[in-house]
C-alpha cells in the first residue's frame, strides 16, 4: 500500500485513544471517536469552541489546578515547538446529563506540535488517557488496601500539588524582582534628540527567562549623533539582571568618549573579564551620523543589525562581526565597518530572541525578519516594533526574552 493510498482521516477517526486537534488559540478543530465516547459529550459540542469553555475548571474544587497545568502546558508547546508529556493530572469532568455535577477523574495527557511550512505550529495533537480507575483501583469489593491505596496516591497527588504551588509563587517573586529591576535599568521610551525611536522588551515565558537582554540609545558627544545598542547575557534572573546592568552601563560610558563603536566594544570586553556571570555575553553598537548620513558598527558575537532602505531593501550590517565580550583571553582591536543611508530610512537591532528557534537555522529567522520589515516599512516607529514581534514571535511567549529598538533616520 502506498502512502497516498492511506486515508489518514480515516485512521485519525479509529484510532482506539482519544486524540483532539488544537489550534494555536487552543479551539477544538477536530475530535476522534474515542474522544467524543469518553468525555460523554457530542462532536457538535466540541469541535468549532474553547477548549476550557468546554471543559472549565471544577468551580466547586477551589484547590482544582488542571485547567491551569493544562493552559500551561499547550503554551509551552506552542512557544517551543516540542512534544509535552504531562504528569497524572486530576479534573473533575462536569456529567452532561446533570449540570453542577462533577466526577473525580484522572488523566494522563501528552500534547505535540504540528509544524507548518514555516516552522511554526499550526495545530496541537492533544492524545488524553482516562486512568481514573488504575488510580481507584481496589483488589476486590470492599477490599480495605484497595482503599488505602487511593488514599496514599491521593494523598501524594495533594503533595505534589502544593510543592509545584510554592515552586510557583516562588519563582513568581524572582520574576517581579528582577522584572522591576531591569526595568529601572533599561531607559525609558524616548526620543533620541528629534529622531523617533521605538524600543521594546517582551520577558520570555516562564517564571525564570528574564533579565538577560537590555537596550540602549545614547546621545553622542560631538555632532549630530547617537549611539543605539542591544546585548545579551547568558542566564536569566536576578543574577542576569545584575550583570546585564554593569554591562550595559559601561557600554553606555564608553561610547559617550570612544572613537567609534569598535573602541567602545574594547572597552567593555575587557570590563567583561571581571565581572562574574559576563561569560558569552553578547553585544552590537552603531553610531550614527546623521550630518554625514552614515552607520558605524561593530558586533560582538551578535546577531546583525538591520538597516530598511526607503525603496524596501534590506541590508544587514554583517561586515564587522567578532567574538563575544569576554571570548579573548587577550583583548585585541575589534572590527569596524561603515555603511550609508538616506533619510527616512530604519535601523533595527534586536536580540536573538526574535529571530532564533530550535531545530531552525538562523538565517530563516533572519529572513523572515527581513521579509516583515519590507511588507511594513511606511509604516512609524512604534507601529513598526508591535508589528514585528506580532509576526515573530512565536502565540503566548517565547522561551527566550526579546529586547527590539526601531529607529527612523
Not at 373 to 400: F, K, N, S
Request: net charge negative; with cysteine; hydrophobic share 40%.
Amino acid at each position: 500500500m502506498t502512502e497516498a493510498s492511506i486515508d489518514y482521516e480515516a485512521v485519525y477517526r479509529a484510532l482506539p485513544g482519544m486524540v483532539a486537534l488544537l489550534t494555536p488559540d487552543l479551539v477544538y478543530a477536530d475530535v476522534n471517536a474515542a474522544f467524543v465516547r469518553g468525555t460523554g459529550r457530542s462532536r457538535e459540542s466540541i469541535v468549532g469552541r474553547y477548549l476550557f469553555d468546554v471543559f472549565p475548571e471544577n468551580p466547586d474544587d477551589p484547590e482544582a489546578v488542571g485547567a491551569h497545568l493544562l493552559h500551561t502546558s499547550l503554551l509551552r508547546v506552542l512557544s517551543t515547538g516540542e512534544r509535552d508529556t504531562m504528569a497524572v493530572q486530576r479534573y473533575d469532568v462536569e456529567t452532561p446529563e446533570h449540570s453542577g455535577m462533577w466526577e473525580e477523574r484522572y488523566w494522563s495527557p501528552v500534547n505535540t506540535p504540528v509544524p507548518g511550512p514555516d516552522g511554526r505550529v499550526v495545530l496541537i495533537v492533544h492524545r488524553v488517557e482516562e486512568v481514573t480507575e488504575l488510580i481507584r483501583f481496589r483488589g476486590g469489593a470492599g477490599d480495605g488496601q484497595g482503599r488505602i491505596l487511593e488514599a496514599e496516591l491521593y494523598a501524594r497527588g495533594r503533595e505534589l500539588q502544593e510543592l509545584n504551588n510554592r515552586l510557583r509563587e516562588a519563582h513568581a517573586r524572582e520574576r517581579e524582582v528582577a522584572l522591576a529591576l531591569q526595568e529601572a535599568m533599561l531607559p525609558a521610551r524616548r526620543q533620541v534628540g528629534h529622531r523617533r525611536a521605538a524600543v521594546r522588551y517582551r520577558p520570555a515565558l516562564g517564571a525564570l527567562n528574564v533579565c538577560g537582554d537590555w537596550y540602549d540609545l545614547v546621545d553622542l558627544v560631538g555632532g549630530n549623533r547617537i549611539g543605539v545598542s542591544v546585548g545579551d547575557v547568558v542566564g536569566h534572573g536576578l543574577a542576569a539582571a545584575g550583570v546585564m546592568g554593569q554591562l550595559r552601563s559601561a557600554l553606555t560610558a564608553a561610547s559617550r568618549v570612544a572613537e567609534g563603536p569598535a573602541q567602545a566594544l574594547d572597552v567593555v570586553g575587557r570590563y567583561a573579564h571581571v565581572v562574574d556571570g559576563a561569560e558569552s555575553a553578547t553585544a552590537v553598537t552603531t553610531f550614527v551620523d546623521f550630518d554625514r548620513h552614515t552607520i558605524r558598527y561593530s558586533s560582538a558575537g551578535h546577531p546583525p543589525p538591520v538597516l530598511l532602505h526607503r525603496d524596501g531593501r534590506v541590508e544587514f550590517l554583517d561586515r564587522a562581526t567578532d567574538p563575544p565580550l569576554d571570548a579573548q583571553p587577550v583583548p585585541t582591536a575589534r572590527p569596524e565597518a561603515e555603511t550609508g543611508f538616506e533619510p527616512g530610512a530604519t535601523l533595527v537591532l534586536y536580540t536573538d530572541g526574535l529571530v532564533e528557534r530550535r531545530r531552525e537555522d538562523i538565517d530563516t529567522g533572519l529572513l523572515r525578519l527581513a521579509e516583515s520589515l519590507r511588507r511594513h516599512r511606511t509604516q512609524d516607529p512604534e507601529t513598526l516594533a508591535d508589528i514585528v514581534l506580532l509576526e515573530l514571535l512565536a502565540p503566548g511567549g517565547a522561551t527566550d526574552d526579546t529586547a527590539l529598538v526601531v529607529v527612523r533616520l
